[in-house]
């Protein structure tokens, strides 16, 4: 191995490192608690190191966005590949969608709450943002109905899903019907 990809290594596996050590801040203590000063810290770097792979936290947060949209379109592909028939896969997508807005209420942020400088529904938007509208589009397209838009169709129904997931979050919608929402989601805009 050279140097030069030694190198290339290493800065990768720091920028990996401040991602990871910023997500987990995150989900700790949440966004506020991230700071450069405190990353620097904990992944045991000077600030000038951390600035040199990232200008600063919205950088850091749009790093963590695009990770985590990696990880919804993953989740989403398998619950959906799984499922059998189209009511089945529609509500996995679903389910899955709400799980992991729960789990990761800090990604989830990241995500579609705080501003990491991630263009969406544009030309430029980074590949994993369209790879987990794409994992949504392609289970969603079979059930859009006759003369639906399917994107359109799918943007209608991720922004339920995002509703849910922070409505419930933010203690508005009790937890325990969340099931019930779901069901009702998915009989009412899937035509099947």
């Known amino acids: 191995m050279s140097v030069q990809e030694r190198?290339?290594?290493?800065?990768?596996?720091r920028e990996r490192l401040i991602?990871?050590?910023?997500?987990?801040?995150?989900e700790q203590q949440g966004w506020d608690a991230v700071t450069t000063r405190r990353l620097a810290e904990r992944i045991e770097y000077s600030q000038p190191v951390l600035y040199s792979h990232f200008r600063g936290k919205r950088e850091i947060i749009g790093a963590v966005a695009l990770e985590g949209a990696a990880e919804m379109a993953a989740?989403?592909?398998?619950?959906?590949?799984?499922?059998?028939?189209?009511?089945?896969?529609?509500?996995a997508l679903a389910g899955t969608y709400l799980d992991f807005a729960a789990r990761n209420p800090a990604?989830?942020?990241?995500?579609f709450e705080l501003d990491g400088g991630l263009a969406f529904a544009h030309e430029d938007t980074p590949q994993p943002l369209k790879d987990a509208f794409a994992a949504l589009l392609d289970s969603l397209t079979?059930?859009?109905g006759d003369g639906v838009h399917p994107g359109l169709f799918t943007e209608l129904f991720w922004a339920s899903l995002h509703g849910l997931a922070t409505l419930t979050r933010a203690g508005r919608l009790p937890p325990e019907h969340t099931e019930r929402r779901v069901e009702l989601l998915v009989n009412?805009?899937?035509?099947?």
Do not use: I
């Not at 009412?188 to 099947?192: D, I, N, P, T, Y």
């Open 75 to 91: 989740a989403l592909r398998a619950a959906t590949s799984a499922a059998d028939g189209p009511r089945a896969r529609v509500a």
């Open 188 to 192: 009412r805009l899937a035509k099947l």
């Open 107 to 111: 990604v989830y942020d990241a995500m």
């Open 142 to 144: 079979e059930v859009a």
């Open 19 to 26: 991602v990871a050590t910023a997500r987990e801040l995150a």
């Open 7 to 13: 190198k290339q290594r290493e800065r990768a596996e």
